[in-house]
């Protein structure tokens, strides 16, 4: 019966095992930004305060970032950033530390672990861009922003070409108004100065009694 119990609780430790060497505690070495994936382009989805504990659930063998879990988060953070207790003393996580801590070395993949961690996150609905990895996403996004602007400037353009198409009738307008004006003002001078000129004319006309009076003529007394 104790051979059976000790058969029991070996089966149970092999069982735990494995468990156990999913995660390595490791801490933060400066206030460092969490990541939704192993690059500093991914989106940042928390901040983990120098010193504070994580659990470092793998690695990647061919670059040094880790998937870690901070306060039931989860994300990436570079393993130039997280240090381990090993051999009484602590050290960087590296891949030369991976084994010896336990820690296994994973792959990445955005659909499986967003889907997974960030379907609540304003990010998530971009998963097919990011995808692709972040140099497409941010490639992608930069030629939209250069679409956008080119439409912006092309707007602009078109709009500062009706200003000055605008501008360019005002003064064609303001200049025939002017020339209308000025039309005007010296049609009133032509004629002021005809109707000055009929005054003195009327001025100057001897009256008519200088000539039809004469000496003893009764029309003179008028």
Same mark, same amino acid.
């Given at each position: 019966m104790r051979n059976l119990f000790v058969k029991i609780a070996a089966v149970g430790l092999l069982m735990l095992a494995p468990a156990v060497a999913q995660a390595a505690e490791g801490y933060s070495t400066a206030n460092v930004n969490m990541r939704a994936g192993p690059s500093t382009r991914y989106p940042a989805v928390a901040v983990i305060p120098a010193g504070s504990s994580v659990e470092i659930r793998g690695c990647l063998s061919d670059v040094n970032w880790c998937d870690v879990e901070f306060y039931g988060g989860r994300g990436w953070v570079s393993g130039q950033y997280v240090q381990a207790s090993y051999q009484q003393r602590r050290v960087y996580v590296g891949p030369q530390y991976y084994r010896p801590l336990g820690i296994p070395m994973i792959r990445f993949s955005v659909d499986n672990y967003w889907d997974r961690y960030y379907r609540n996150r304003d990010f998530y609905r971009d998963r097919d861009r990011w995808s692709r990895g972040p140099d497409y996403y941010y490639r992608d996004r930069d030629n939209r922003d250069r679409d956008r602007d080119r439409d912006n400037r092309d707007r602009d353009r078109n709009w500062r070409e009706r200003d000055g198409d605008r501008d360019g009738r005002?003064?064609?307008? =303001?200049?025939? @108004? @002017?020339?209308? *004006? /000025?039309?005007?003002?010296?049609? =009133? *001078?032509?004629?002021?100065?005809?109707?000055?000129? =009929?005054?003195?004319? /009327?001025?100057?006309?001897? =009256?008519? *009694? @200088?000539? @039809?009076?004469?000496?003893? /003529?009764?029309?003179?007394?008028?």
């Open positions: 005002d003064r064609n307008r =303001d200049w025939r @108004d @002017d020339n209308q *004006r /000025d039309d005007r003002q010296r049609g =009133d *001078r032509q004629r002021g100065e005809r109707q000055r000129d =009929d005054r003195r004319g /009327d001025d100057r006309r001897p =009256d008519r *009694r @200088d000539f @039809d009076c004469r000496p003893g /003529d009764p029309s003179c007394d008028e």
